[in-house]
């Protein structure tokens, strides 16, 4: 029982480059969200998924697309990076909308 | 707007001496509260959650907080602080879909 698990734990990339940001959760929740966390602004939401199929925008969406892969799988994508983009990315997981979240243990992401 | 507030952004607690960590919402309603900790290069773990009924709640390490709905306050509290409770804690609400975060506040327990 592995909870949520992010892959890859750190990146570096240079400036116009793409990756995609991987996020599974074995705990059979409905709900899936990506933030990122920057230094003084606290946890930031990008995109979250209320249920399969679904997809909403979040706070700073920008720069950032997600895909609902199936119930476990929630991927977060940067099309062409940029140094804004530097941060540290957190996957989360509840069962359902309003209630708590466990969170994966992030993706250090460098963008030069 | 729901918000949420953390008005300490670093607080430092001689270790065994007792902690106090404020939270203030502002929702239309009584939202669901909950306290998370973050240890340095780690993901938040879940302290504590309030949905309703008995306003103290327990958590997890030693951790209570308390919901006020007369001061829209979930404050966490430790009687006695520990050197491995240095972290950051954030307290969240829950909104339409999604939490609400506090900004959170660094803990730095002094020997």
């Known amino acids: 029982n592995a909870g949520v698990t992010q892959t890859p734990k750190f990146q570096v990339l240079k400036t116009g480059q793409s990756m995609t940001l991987q996020c599974a959760q074995d705990?059979?929740?409905?709900?899936m969200y990506w933030y990122r966390q920057d230094p003084g602004m606290g946890l930031r939401l990008i995109y979250y998924s209320a249920s399969e199929g679904t997809t909403d925008k979040g706070e700073v969406p920008n720069g950032y697309n997600v895909s609902r892969l199936n119930k476990r799988e929630f991927s977060l994508r940067l099309e062409s990076a940029a140094p804004s983009q530097t941060s540290v990315y957190f996957c989360?997981?509840?069962?359902?909308?309003?209630?708590?979240?466990?969170f994966g243990p992030g993706t250090r992401l460098t963008v030069t | 707007a729901q918000s949420v507030t953390q008005p300490d952004i670093h607080i430092t607690v001689s270790e065994g001496a007792s902690l106090e960590l404020r939270c203030n919402y502002s929702?239309?309603?009584?939202?669901?509260l909950f306290w998370y900790v973050q240890s340095p290069g780690q993901g938040l773990q879940l302290l504590l959650k309030?949905?309703?009924?008995?306003?103290l709640v327990q958590g997890i390490k030693g951790f209570e907080a308390e919901f006020k709905r007369s001061q829209s306050s979930f404050n966490l509290r430790k009687p006695s602080v520990h050197w491995s409770d240095a972290a950051e804690y954030f307290c969240?609400?829950?909104?339409?879909?999604?939490?609400?975060f506090g900004t959170g506040t660094r803990l730095l327990v002094s020997p």
């Open positions: 929702y239309g309603a009584t939202p669901y």
């Open positions: 989360a997981t509840a069962l359902d909308r309003v209630y708590e979240q466990y």
């Open positions: 969240a609400a829950s909104g339409f879909q999604k939490l609400v």
């Open positions: 309030y949905f309703s009924g008995d306003t």
């Open positions: 705990m059979n929740h409905n709900s």
